[in-house]
Each structure stands twice: as C-alpha cells, then as structure tokens.
C-alpha cells in the first residue's frame, strides 16, 4: 500500500471505524450494565464480572475515542472478541457455576461485540501503516506494527475470518441455547433449612420464590424475566408436613404454573445448587422478590 493512500485511510476510514468501535464497546458496556443492575448483581462471581466488564468497556472506549495508538484499537478488539468468548462459553457449558439463557438483551449485545470487533480490527489495521517513534516504548510499538505490514494482507484476511467464525458461533448459540431457564415440573415440592429459615423448595432443593407485584391468580414475570426466574411449572403436591395450599394458575403463554398460598412459584437462575437463596429480597425485574417461607 502506498504511503499516500495510507494515510488517507487513517484519517478518513480509519477514524470512521475507531470511533465507530469505541461507540460499540459503550454501547456494549452499557448493556452489561444495565443487566448488572437487574439481576446479574445477584449472581456470585459473575455479578462482578460484569461490573468489570463493564468499567473496562467504558474505560477502553474513552482511551480509543482519544487515542490514535493501533495497540489501543487492537487491545479494544480483543477486549470485545474476548466478552462475546466468555458469553458462548456461558451458554454452552457454563461458567463460576452459572450457565447463560437465551435473552433479546444477550444476543445484541452479541451482535455489537462482533461488530466492535470487526470495527476495532480495521481501525487498528489502518493506523499500524504509519506508526513510528523514537521513544523506547514507542520503538517496541513500531517495531510490532513492521512486522504486522510485514505480513502483508494476512492480518485484514485473518480479522474478516475472526468476524466470520464469531458471527457463526453467535448464531449456533442463539439457535441451541434455550429461551427459559431449566423450569422443573413443580412434582414433589419440599422444604430445606437455608440461612437458618425454614423455605420451600423443589425437588431438587432449590429454593422457591414469590414475586411482589403478582396476584392470586396473574404471574407479572414473562419474558425475560422468566428467564432469570424460571416458573414452577404443572401441578404441585406436598411433601408430608408442609402447611399451606397448593394450586396452579394458567399464564399468559397458556402453560400451568404451580402457586403456594396465593404466590405463583419461580425458581431463580442465580442459584447454582441447593441451600442457595441469592435472590431473596432482592429488587429486580420491576419488583420485589422473597424467598417461600413455610412456618409450621
């Protein structure tokens, strides 16, 4: 490429896509926040890992929106190749005990994670053609961006081929991950001493909750909020001992859900095992959430 042209692509297409990439990881940070705050928060581990995502999105896209520094641009490309990485692994086998469901919220930011990479890439692709300085750090920087061009058009054919094979990755997730978390069967509910009270749980002794602003006979939780509380779903019967009554009410989507003294029933995807009650007392979702008390 001739030095005329290069230049021409770092000012003009070049800026269009670093500034293009640095508004796609705000973008992408402020998503991560937005779930942090309504129900990621709760999540061990993954909780803070995406406060830091977030912070890091934030403090990359600042960096690059003022910086011409190709490593920058490319440190900002990884950044988004590795957050959409962490996010199929999630959904595929899991992570800190936590596996991901398929969420409108999840695959856009998915989507902007490829396109900020692939933005990033060719911004940072653009500018290593004039990078040089005589300061020691700045010769190491210059030394990489030689062998980079060094390479000819390989580096702009491997970023396309990464886009690619990200893109499919994403599609094959979306397509195989289910909408709702692991909603059990009601079956055979139970009750388990956790934080040294008494809870209803199911059969698998996870703890169940109810959500303030339900009603008797309505569940407020569909969509995505279902899929961060899983409904109790079909009819339940009690293990012997338990107070209470036992009942079910219709949806919206038309399947049965299991109630317990009026309160439609829900399991939470923040809890990773039995004993666990992470989201009790917690507001998220557009109200309160408890965990099922059974005295008696």
Not at 70 to 99: C, D
Not at 150 to 167: E, K, Q, V
Not at 183 to 189: D, Q, V
Not at 190 to 218: I, Q
Request: proline share 4%.
């Amino acid at each position: 490429m001739k030095p005329g042209r290069t230049s021409k692509l770092d000012r003009g297409g070049g800026l269009v896509l670093r500034m293009g990439g640095a508004a796609l990881l705000a973008a992408a940070g402020a998503i991560h926040l937005d779930l942090y705050l309504t129900g990621y928060r709760s999540i061990p581990t993954i909780g803070w890992l995406f406060l830091l995502q977030t912070i890091t999105a934030f403090g990359l896209a600042i960096l690059i929106a003022v910086s011409r520094s190709w490593l920058v641009s490319a440190a900002g490309a990884i950044f988004a190749l590795s957050t959409l990485g962490g996010y199929l692994l999630s959904v595929w086998i899991g992570l800190f005990g936590f596996r991901e469901v398929r969420t409108t919220a999840g695959i856009v930011a998915g989507v902007i994670e490829v396109a900020a990479f692939a933005a990033l890439a060719g911004a940072s692709l653009a500018s290593v053609q004039r990078t040089g300085s005589t300061s020691p750090a700045g010769r190491m920087a210059a030394g990489l961006a030689a062998r980079v061009r060094a390479a000819g058009p390989f580096p702009l054919r491997a970023a396309l081929g990464i886009t690619a094979t990200a893109l499919v990755l994403l599609g094959v997730a979306v397509a195989t991950s289910g909408a709702h978390g692991a909603a059990a069967a009601a079956g055979s509910l139970r009750t388990a001493t956790v934080g040294g009270v008494r809870v209803l749980t199911n059969s698998g002794g996870f703890t169940l909750y109810w959500f303030a602003p339900d009603t008797p006979a309505e569940s407020k939780c569909s969509a995505s909020c279902a899929a961060y509380w899983p409904p109790v779903r079909g009819p339940a019967s009690a293990a012997v001992g338990i107070p209470g009554r036992f009942r079910t009410i219709t949806r919206s989507d038309g399947s049965v859900q299991a109630t317990y003294n009026g309160h439609p029933l829900y399991t939470y995807l923040g809890d990773s095992g039995p004993g666990q009650a992470h989201g009790n007392n917690i507001n998220l979702n557009g109200g309160l959430w408890h965990e099922v008390v059974v005295s008696g």
